[in-house]
């Protein structure tokens, strides 16, 4: 049983958010107080997980547990596969007799990822808090005389245990440490100072995290990214090519990344887990002229994507790559379009959806935001020509605006494309390609659509949303339920009455949330 086995056990027992006990808080500590304080300054990211929530929290937990693992006690059923795996020599229940007693609330761990070789094989630890730190040393002391915990050391007064391969574990103040030699005995250092948690940088990214989180992490994109590009660059002393390369990835992650830590948290409650990612760098487009309203996608769809204008940042990105002249020479060469003026010259969003329940009634879309109708009609015209030319026979559509159908072989529906106002559609059928075009019914104003969205919150654009259920049905009505390995999936499949991304910018800070939103297993699908 040793340090290393325990430490990640648990922690893979905490990503099911299923207490095996609870506390006597009613919400998450300070993100500053716990296993935190063992984390070095240095660390490149770090995470936590509350494993004894109590209150509402613990009651959201559990209760969003039983649904999405399709169990009536998923606590006892946690129990039970711990003390299957902590079993030796015939023992039973060590996990739930000598383990779990002395375990605290709160389970953290931390990456150092300072060089090129750590980004592969980095340095790193698990910190569990202890509730009974003289529990703790009789369980290890007995594991120890029984030959499990490896090799004996010291460092800096603290005696550790070091296995055949490298993993190492420790009683470090009141937490268990379990990680790499050189994880822990930068926990051991930081033990004496110079945590993650004294730093002010650490402090303001982690401030505003929810009240009720489960878990929660942070790290440092930039750190991360430059480690992985010093590896690069050592390549590049033999290639100039990519070197030049190198030096434009790096500027372009500068401006995508900025200089701003990541922070992200997990909510779990009774009918939904959410997932929430902030960061103060660089804001995500949201709006403007020629974006796509995800709500204004057809009701009838039960997966909806909206991507917000970006055209004229691809062409940025274009410019300064150096390749703007040969891609506009190809394209104009190909089609005898012109990148700028025919094609970003009115793109805007881009939204696309799927909706029906068996290929009858399957319809799909892409919708393309125009911010210039007299372009994105010369656009679709030009479309058809080429169409044309590569020996598609095309037919006018009438009635929706400016368009064109074409058969593709082995197509169940032609292919449509129509432009009108400030949109332009490609639709599986002419049918499916009016409604996106000027929808009867829209996904933000009909169920489950509307209560999909409305789960996001106050201030949050749509830009993913999926309802399983008609997805499902789909699946079945093509044969896919007759598979067993897609019959033994469909109960857990069956959890999610729907799921739901978007983003929010405010204050300073972008936040990217997905919404899990939960059904009931009482109730029919």
């Known amino acids: 049983m040793r340090p290393l086995a325990v430490g990640v056990a648990v922690a893979l027992s905490a990503t099911f958010a299923v207490a095996c006990g609870s506390s006597d808080d009613e919400s998450a500590s300070s ?47 946690l129990r039970r596969l711990l003390d299957e795996g902590f079993a030796e020599d015939g023992e039973r229940d060590v996990f739930s007799k000598r383990i779990d007693p002395f375990l605290g609330d709160t389970i953290g761990g931390f990456l150092l990822i300072d060089t090129a070789q750590q980004v592969e094989n980095p340095d790193g630890a698990v910190v569990i808090s202890v509730r009974d730190r003289d529990a703790a040393e009789r369980f290890l002391d007995e594991q120890e005389s029984r030959g499990r915990l490896g090799e004996r050391r010291t460092y800096a007064g603290v005696d550790y245990w070091v296995e055949d391969d490298g993993s190492s574990g420790a009683l470090v103040d009141d937490f268990l440490v379990a990680g790499t030699e050189t994880g822990l005995r930068a926990a051991i250092d930081t033990s ?21 989180r489960l878990a929660w992490a942070y790290a440092e994109p930039r750190a991360i990214v430059n480690a992985v590009q010093e590896g690069l660059r050592q390549q590049a002393q033999l290639n100039p090519s990519l070197s030049a390369q190198l030096e434009q990835q790096q500027e372009q992650i500068e401006r995508t990344l900025g200089n701003e830590p990541l922070t992200a948290a997990v909510t779990a409650r009774a009918d939904q887990v959410v997932v929430d990612f902030t960061s103060a760098s660089a804001e995500i487009p949201q709006g403007g002229d020629g974006a796509v309203d995800l709500g204004g996608l057809p009701g009838a769809a039960w997966a909806a994507l909206a991507i917000p204008p970006l055209g004229d940042a691809f062409l940025d990105e274009l410019r300064q790559s150096g390749d703007y002249d040969e891609v506009a020479r190809q394209l104009r060469a190909a089609t005898a379009l012109d990148l700028e003026r025919d094609v970003f010259g009115w793109l805007g969003g881009i939204g696309a959806f799927v909706g029906g329940t068996s290929p009858l009634d399957l319809s799909a879309g892409i919708v393309i935001g125009s911010t210039d109708a007299a372009g994105s009609e010369r656009f679709v015209a030009r479309l058809e020509r080429l169409a044309g030319a590569i020996g598609l026979q095309t037919t006018p559509t009438t009635g929706a605006g400016r368009g064109f159908q074409v058969r593709i072989p082995d197509f169940p529906q032609p292919l449509a494309v129509i432009a009108r106002d400030d949109k332009v ?101």
Request: charged content about 25%.
């Open 425 to 525: 559609v490609l639709g599986l059928g002419v049918s499916s390609t009016r409604d996106a075009v000027d929808p009867s019914e829209t996904l933000g104003d009909t169920e489950p659509g509307k209560s999909a969205i409305a789960s996001l919150g106050d201030g949050y654009d749509p830009a993913f949303v999926l309802v399983p259920q008609p997805l499902l049905t789909l699946l079945s009505a093509v044969g896919v339920d007759q598979d067993p390995e897609f019959q033994q999936a469909l109960p857990y499949l069956q959890a999610y009455r729907s799921i739901v991304a978007g983003s929010r910018s405010e204050d300073g800070k972008t936040t990217g949330r997905l919404v899990l939103n939960l059904q009931d297993p009482d109730e029919n699908p």
């Open 31 to 77: 993100p500053t107080e716990g296993p935190a304080k063992l984390a070095p300054s240095s660390a490149t990211a770090y995470g936590e997980v509350l494993v004894r929530p109590s209150g509402d929290v613990a009651e959201g937990v559990e209760t969003a547990a039983r649904r999405m693992l399709r169990v009536t006690d998923a606590g006892g059923e």
């Open 192 to 212: 004496r100072g110079g945590s993650l948690a004294d730093e002010s940088r650490f402090k303001d990214a982690v401030d505003d995290l929810p009240s009720d």
